[in-house]
């Protein structure tokens, strides 16, 4: 890997490069969903937290098309997939300490998250 | 285990800087203007100019809150670790607090390079589990019937928090304003008055 040329770093500062994709997937979620966090314990790179497994949200947001960390840091492939931004209510992540009204927000990939069915 | 010194940190960082640096993988005139870049361009000045137009301009506060990253870079700042933005508003309903529980995410075009609390396990681990301790550490009183949203930037999206603009600052330009918005404001562990300043 060729070290990164000075005349280049600003240019790379201000560009970046997203994650997003501009694959054409079709969403299996909407907003207003019930999803539950799959309780998967991958022993590899994960975005997703321990404290969210199996634990039950809502999806409040579609965030777009991403491409898949736990797959493409292992160069197992982009996996193109959804986002949703997932509304989790504090006390069913953490109990009856936590005040009635909070919330917490996580970013979903499809993969983590399945359908609830009540 | 403890923390190392900060002093061994700083050994260890400079030993292996210098192995890349010999081995040519690292140039070092490129990791002097990144740092350059982050010390004196890029910082919590961005983020708060970012604020005081939201304050000053509803439309483009209507433009932030729906496609952020966008309407952030109308102002000019944009790359990386900013490359996909999503910008929350407090409320006098709610509050919202910024953390990245699995290592440091963090909006670097708006707010430049985390502080070291950021980056650290208790604020991590604490941040979601009881962010109204946190931010009473903080200084920061809520009501209990506020809602506090903690945002966990796990994925790619890379969150600022919109504070609520002081009172008593109607008749304030955006450059008067921008000076009463701090870092931690904009990460959610401190709200903006009208005597709070940038230099936090």
């Not at chain 2, 985390?114 to 962010?131: C, G, L």
Request: aromatic share 6%; net charge negative.
């Amino acid at each position: 890997m060729p070290a990164l040329p000075v005349e280049n770093v600003d240019g790379l500062i201000a560009t970046g490069a997203t994650a997003r994709m501009t694959d054409d997937v079709a969403p299996r979620f909407r907003p207003g969903d019930r999803v539950r966090v799959r309780n998967i314990n991958p022993t590899t790179h994960t975005r997703l937290p321990r404290y969210a497994r199996g634990k039950m949200g809502t999806v409040e947001a579609d965030r777009g098309v991403f491409c898949f960390n736990d797959t493409n840091a292992h160069g197992e492939g982009h996996k193109p997939q959804h986002v949703y931004g997932v509304r989790f209510a504090a006390r069913d992540l953490w109990g009856e300490q936590a005040a009635a009204r909070d919330t917490l927000y996580l970013d979903m990939f499809e993969d983590y998250i399945e359908l609830h069915v009540a | 285990m403890p923390a190392p010194h900060t002093d061994d940190i700083a050994l260890r960082v400079r030993a292996i800087e210098s192995l890349l640096v010999e081995k040519g993988l690292v140039q070092p005139a490129a990791l002097a203007a990144i740092v350059e870049t982050y010390e004196t361009k890029i910082g919590p000045h961005n983020g708060a100019q970012v604020v005081a137009r939201a304050w000053t301009d509803p439309a483009f506060k209507a433009r932030l809150l729906s496609d952020a990253t966008a309407a952030i870079a109308e102002l000019g700042f944009s790359g990386v670790q900013g490359e996909d933005m999503v910008v929350v508003e407090n409320t006098p309903t709610v509050h919202n607090m910024v953390v990245c529980t699995l290592c440091s995410c963090y909006p670097w075009p708006t707010l430049g390079l985390p502080p070291n609390w950021y980056k650290s396990a208790p604020y991590r681990a604490r941040a979601v589990i009881d962010p109204r301790g946190v931010l009473t550490e903080f200084g920061v009183e809520l009501p209990p019937e506020k809602e506090v949203r903690v945002w966990d930037s796990n994925a790619e999206l890379r969150y600022l928090v919109l504070p609520e603009r002081p009172a008593g600052t109607e008749g304030m330009d955006a450059a008067a304003l921008a000076a009463l918005v701090s870092r931690d404001a904009m990460i959610g562990t401190g709200v903006a008055t009208s005597s709070s300043g940038a230099a936090r």
